[in-house]
């Protein structure tokens, strides 16, 4: 019989079998914004993608793995409330509805009761106290996880270590942290559409995937005549990146290169959540 129990030092919630089975500890890292500045002081509001959390999640719980929530300050994420749709679910309502009950249901939404914990504590009780780490998309990564340098840390001690580290959508652009000026290379890339890294980058040359620009600009009427200041797939080009992309735009894809797992858009979150799973017996 499964049961849910709070995980030492409130670090988050965690799904333990009966029968002995070894749980692995996720780290499911998301972003504290609820919005994404876009080109000449406009402003887009998003979050996290809600199949691409809670599909991935759902499934390591009912695997029985633990899984710790965080942030770069601890604070509480927000929906992108436009992620609310069947589509996402392949049509399937009741899953959709299944997911926004578990959301609710494990608290992470709330002010009050959430279980997410700053990426600074994660650093200070451990890093190695994880066997993998995910991180889903949504427009909200491009916020603030590519120039957290406490995630960089983190990412660069996962690589170090080669351990599990899946990343889904606009997910991967929290690979940039790991650069020794991420700020700088982000407002670079902004201002002129081109950035150097020098070589200095843990990833360059690793096969990944992430919403591609071309999918970027068949999706951009969702930013309400808005523009992006730089697309996640030019911005980990520039820093050294391989890029792959599906034949046909919002398709599953799945790239998995050594640590890395990346899934390219929303429908990929399912794949990425199955190869954790493997990677994780």
Known sequence: MKQLRTMALSLGLALSTAGGVQAANVLVVLSDSDHLDLKDGKVFQTGVYLNELMQPVQALLEAGHEITFATPKGMAPAVDKTSIDKMYFGGDEAAMKASEAKLE?????????SPVVSLAR???IGYDRFDAVYVPGGHAPMQDLLVSPELGRLL???HEKGKTTALTCHGPIALISTLPDAKGFTEQL???????????WIYAGYKLTVLSNEEEEIAK????????KFYPQTALEQAGAQHSKA????????????????????????????EMLKRLK
Do not use: Y
């Open 105 to 113: 249901e494990l608290g992470l939404l709330s002010r009050e009761k």
């Open 122 to 124: 994660i650093e200070q």
């Open 156 to 158: 660069t001690h996962f």
């Open 190 to 200: 902004a201002t002129s559409g081109a950035a150097k890294t020098d070589g200095k």
């Open 221 to 228: 009427g969702l930013l309400n005549g808005g523009q992006m």
């Open 247 to 274: 034949e046909k735009p919002f398709a599953a894809h799945l790239v998995t290169d050594r640590e890395l797992i990346t899934g390219q858009n929303p429908a990929s979150a399912p794949a990425v959540a199955e």
